[in-house]
């Protein structure tokens, strides 16, 4: 028998955002909202062993937050050195785990 040993690779992501002027969601409440967000794209049951973290996947889930103005996003793993602004892969016996999640609120924009 082989036996494939599962390997969990750890993602941090961090997260700036501005928030709209005119909006009624206070930093505190956009913030919670962005973290779930990115808690619920790395749930264990949303991913699979040896997928493909589509980073424009997340991208789009936190601009359809209402009330964020603008918002960027970065991830790094503990393979992948540096900051990423792009999907990041995983061999067949990798699967990805959320780890550190930085969320920096900037203020209002337009």
Do not use: C, M
């Amino acid at each position: 028998y082989l036996i494939k040993v599962i390997d969990y690779r750890k993602i941090n992501s961090s997260v700036s955002y501005k928030k709209k002027i005119d909006t009624v969601n206070t930093d505190v409440e956009l913030t919670s909202t962005i973290e779930s967000g990115i808690r619920n794209y790395f749930k264990r049951t949303e991913r699979t062993i040896g997928e493909e973290i589509k980073y424009s996947e997340i991208v789009d889930n936190l601009h359809n937050i209402d009330g964020i103005s603008s918002i960027t996003l970065a991830l790094s793993s503990d393979i992948a050195v540096g900051w990423k602004y792009e999907n990041i892969d995983f061999n067949d016996f990798q699967f990805p785990e959320l780890n550190q999640l930085i969320i920096t609120y900037q203020g209002t924009g337009i």
